[in-house]
């Protein structure tokens, strides 16, 4: 099963981490605006340049093309860019049960990019990220700037892929209800290290 870890992993800001984030797990992230939540993620997945170590399962990440690691470790900006004019061409696949998880009806497909309200590319990109079927996840900031109801399909969606999947989730989050709902470890980057938090019963 998906299991990713980090060894002494050094970037920027960030000191030496070690984080083992085992299959279906989810670990929540927190820190200041600058402190480098965004920064980890993008050395997780290769796109930015890091020293020390990440495995997925019992891959070390410079062992594997960067396209095929990218393929593995899915991530989800926090401001997602599409390609297309219409929606239906960013998706490699989709499961209707998911888009209807999310809200939405089989027809969005085919919308317009452009007729999008910035709620619906943020729930879409993710549907987007799930299609091509990643074996761990991070996300920055899934739900930010949605209403209650659809954080809570967020929620629900990512936690029915990542048990489905048995797929380790990394979730960067400011919402501390969000993070009691959805986690079983979080943590908060202090001064360049990873800082265990108290979970709230």
């Known amino acids: 099963m998906p299991r990713l870890r980090l060894q002494q992993l050094t970037c920027k800001r960030l000191e030496s981490l070690d984080l083992d984030i085992g299959a279906a797990q989810i670990v ?12 980890l993620l993008r050395a997780i997945a290769d796109l930015d340049p890091h020293q020390g170590q990440v495995w997925l399962d019992d ?16 991530m989800l900006a926090a401001e997602s860019l599409w390609w297309f004019d219409s929606v239906k061409p960013h998706f490699a696949r989709l499961e209707q049960e998911w888009l209807e998880m999310l809200g939405f009806e089989l027809r969005v497909l085919d919308w ?39 954080t809570k399909r967020i929620e629900a969606l990512i ?33 360049g290290r990873l800082v265990r938090q108290e979970m709230s019963l």
Not at 28 to 39: F, I, N, P, V
Not at 129 to 148: F, I, K, M, W
Not at 159 to 186: E, F, G, K, N, T
Request: overall charge positive; proline content about 5%; some cysteine.
């Open 28 to 39: 929540c992230l927190s820190g200041a605006s600058g402190s480098g939540k965004s920064t």
């Open 59 to 74: 891959r070390e990440q410079n062992s594997v093309a960067p396209p095929q690691w990218r393929s593995w470790i899915g």
């Open 112 to 150: 317009q990019v452009s007729r999008l309200s910035s709620g619906e590319r943020q729930r879409l990109a993710l549907l987007r990220l799930l299609s091509h079927t990643p074996r761990a996840l991070l996300l920055d900031e899934p739900s930010a700037n949605l209403d209650a109801e659809n």
């Open 159 to 191: 936690q029915h892929y990542a048990d489905y999947y048995q797929a380790p989730v990394l979730w960067i989050s400011h919402d501390a209800d969000q993070i009691a709902r959805v986690a079983q470890r979080h943590y908060r980057l202090e001064a």
